[in-house]
């Protein structure tokens, strides 16, 4: 899968240095890790001592940021997507979220990016989870630019957060105007096209791209959305977008629950457009691999979006 633009540093490693910066400069912040090793070569300067390694013990780490974040501090939490999801949900509903506290979890290893590991580290059930909670922001960067400028959103904004990464180095997207801005859709293609294409995080925005170029070639126009802010979902945006009745959602998640089940129920009480899924499939992936390779596994790829695309739009006439 080629990329549109050139290779950027992991949003993972970009997103620990901003907060260190970020550290200095305010005393409220603290930075919470559950053993990542992604702090090892950051330089924590005056600000060392409000970095804490609670070590691989997800719910502690949840109720210490919550304890703190009560004490008036900002806790910025750091711990692989799955375990944010799962092992640490009640910590996150109940302690966090409950109480709208200013809890920020930076969660690694989004989407199948862990491939290496294996399926108990794959993240495909996160954004389902988390969406579901009340006063829970969940976001989803498309770049690692985007990522440190939401980080820096969110910090800024009421209440706590989720912000979903991968591992790896993934492309840049293309420069564009106005900068990314928390719970506002990105147009990267103009409104208007035949069908409508929305993605959120690395790759299914960069698939969505690639997509919209290859059904350009075929004389279809896509509009395609940046989702990156799944909740609160940018409705507005969203309904423009879909008026050609024709809307399609690319995602690292599973089909079910994350930013695909997000559009369909947006557009379902609206009556506004037909909606198609493209996500993994409702299996597990027993097996190790590269991020790409699995992505191709799960059917997750411009071939996919294409056809779906000029098949959506071969079953019901183009809207006027």
């Given amino acids: 899968m080629s990329g549109t633009g050139p290779p950027d540093r992991p949003a993972r490693e970009v997103c620990a240095e901003l907060v260190a910066e970020l550290m200095l400069a305010d005393e409220r912040l603290v930075c919470l890790d559950s053993d990542t090793g992604q702090f090892a070569r950051v330089d924590f300067g005056a600000a060392a001592d409000r970095y804490v390694n609670l070590g691989i013990a997800e719910q502690n780490l949840l109720g210490a940021a919550a304890g703190l974040a009560r004490a008036g501090r900002i806790p910025i939490v750091h711990t692989m997507a799955t375990f944010a999801a799962t092992r640490a949900l009640e910590?996150?509903?109940?302690?966090?979220?409950?109480?709208?506290?200013?809890?920020?979890?930076?969660?690694?290893?989004?989407?199948?990016?862990?491939g290496s590991l294996g399926p108990s580290h794959h993240a495909l059930e996160d954004v389902a989870v988390l969406r579901t909670l009340p006063n829970l922001r969940v976001v989803v960067p498309a770049d690692a630019a985007d990522a440190a400028c939401l980080l820096r959103q969110c910090l800024a904004g009421p209440g706590p957060s989720y912000l979903r990464l991968g591992r790896e180095a993934t492309p840049r997207l293309p420069p564009r105007l106005p900068p990314v801005r928390l719970g506002r859709a990105q147009v990267l293609r103009p409104v208007g096209g035949d069908v409508t294409i929305v993605g959120c995080g690395p790759?299914?925005?960069?698939?969505?791209?690639e997509a919209a170029d290859a059904l350009a070639a075929c004389g279809i126009a896509a509009t395609v959305l940046d989702m990156h802010t799944v909740k609160p979902l940018d409705v507005a945006a969203l309904t423009a977008a879909a008026g050609n009745g024709t809307v399609l959602t690319v995602e690292d998640h599973w089909a079910a629950g994350g930013?695909?089940?997000?559009?369909?129920?947006c557009l379902a009480e609206r009556g506004i457009a037909r909606v198609r899924r493209i996500g993994a499939p409702d299996r597990f992936f027993p097996f190790a691999g590269e991020h790409g390779d699995l992505l191709e596994r799960a059917g997750v790829t411009v071939d996919r979006v294409v056809a779906t695309a000029r098949a959506m739009l071969a079953e019901a006439p183009r809207r006027p």
């Fill in 91 to 114: 910590a996150v509903k109940i302690d966090v979220a409950f109480g709208g506290l200013p809890v920020h979890i930076v969660a690694t290893h989004g989407g199948l990016s862990a």
């Fill in 203 to 209: 790759h299914p925005v960069r698939l969505a791209m």
């Fill in 259 to 265: 930013l695909g089940s997000a559009v369909a129920e």
